[in-house]
């Protein structure tokens, strides 16, 4: 099993940061399409992406978004993470062999209620902003 950070709700302060990167590959964009379904020609098929204002085969976005998932699960807060909700914003297209950066910043903190909230977003390698969001996110004792 991957390293998995074991942050308790009083270790976490606002401002706490993590990130981590991840390379995009067409094996990444064929297995999305498998398990979601979602075969659009825009992910799949090269000749009709090049038709289209993006002139290449684009990410799903919701797979991006399941880089959050990671980064609430294994990194910020971790263990102890049970994930109440998630904004999403789709910024910029994401492309096959991008390398994006994926980061999670505490913004707020509810001891009555358990909650953290943190600034969510993903960058490509030119530090363009892909998707950001906000997530909610219950510490389990």
Same mark, same amino acid.
């Given at each position: 099993?991957?390293?998995?950070? %074991? !942050?308790?709700?009083?270790?976490? @302060?606002?401002?706490?940061? /993590?990130?981590? +990167?991840? $390379? ?13 379904? %979602? !075969?659009?020609?825009?992910?799949? @098929?090269?000749?009709?992406? /090049?038709?289209? +204002?993006? $002139? ?12 959050f998932s990671r980064l ?67 510490v389990r004792k």
């Open positions: 099993m991957t390293d998995i950070t %074991d !942050y308790k709700f009083d270790q976490i @302060d606002l401002g706490l940061k /993590k990130e981590f +990167t991840v $390379k995009i590959t067409e094996s990444m964009i064929a297995d999305f399409a498998k398990i979601s379904g %979602d !075969y659009n020609p825009l992910h799949m @098929d090269e000749k009709y992406a /090049k038709s289209t +204002t993006f $002139k290449n085969r684009i990410c799903h976005g919701m797979l991006l978004a399941t880089f609430i699960g294994m990194h910020l807060p971790g263990k102890h993470a049970l994930y109440f909700s998630q904004s999403l914003n789709f910024q910029n297209p994401c492309f096959v062999n991008d390398v994006i950066t994926i980061k999670g910043e505490v913004i707020d903190k509810s001891v009555a209620t358990r909650l953290i909230t943190i600034k969510t977003s993903i960058y490509n390698q030119e530090r363009t902003c892909l998707l950001d969001g906000v997530a909610k996110v219950v």
